[in-house]
Nanobody
Framework: QAQLVESGGGLVQPGGSLRLSCVVS????????MAWYRQAPGKQRELVAR???????DYADSVKDRFIISRDNTKKTVYLQMNSLNPEDTAVYYC????????WGQGTQVTVSS
């Protein structure tokens, strides 16, 4: 079973940037398409971005042209570069494989506020 450890969240002002990281262990990372998800208070978890093992990526409309997902298979890590953040991006961010998912990690809190 995979273990997922997300990091890089924090408090940022509107218009700011953050880079999230997720280290994956316990599985052959390079085999899997990976994704970032987020869950805002009172809302369902949603898929934000995903990347195949071939590094082809796509994004939710709400983050397109602002977020960039990438991966480093040698480090077993998936990244999410988040730019032009706005308060609607406030959520706990999680990484996981593209469905079917593994057990969830603890996530990393991103708060966008002035």
């Amino acid at each position: 079973q995979a273990q997922l450890v997300e990091s890089g969240g924090g408090l940022v002002q509107p218009g700011g940037s953050l880079r999230l990281s997720c280290v994956v262990s316990g599985v052959t990372f390079a085999f899997y398409a990976m994704a970032w998800y987020r869950q805002a208070p009172g809302k369902q978890r949603e898929l934000v971005a995903r990347i195949t093992h071939g590094r082809s990526a796509d994004y939710a409309d709400s983050v397109k042209d602002r977020f960039i997902i990438s991966r480093d298979n040698t480090k077993k890590t998936v990244y999410l570069q988040m730019n032009s953040l706005n308060p609607e991006d406030t959520a706990v961010y999680y990484c996981n494989r593209v469905t079917p998912v593994w057990s969830w990690g603890q996530g990393t809190q991103v708060t966008v506020s002035s």
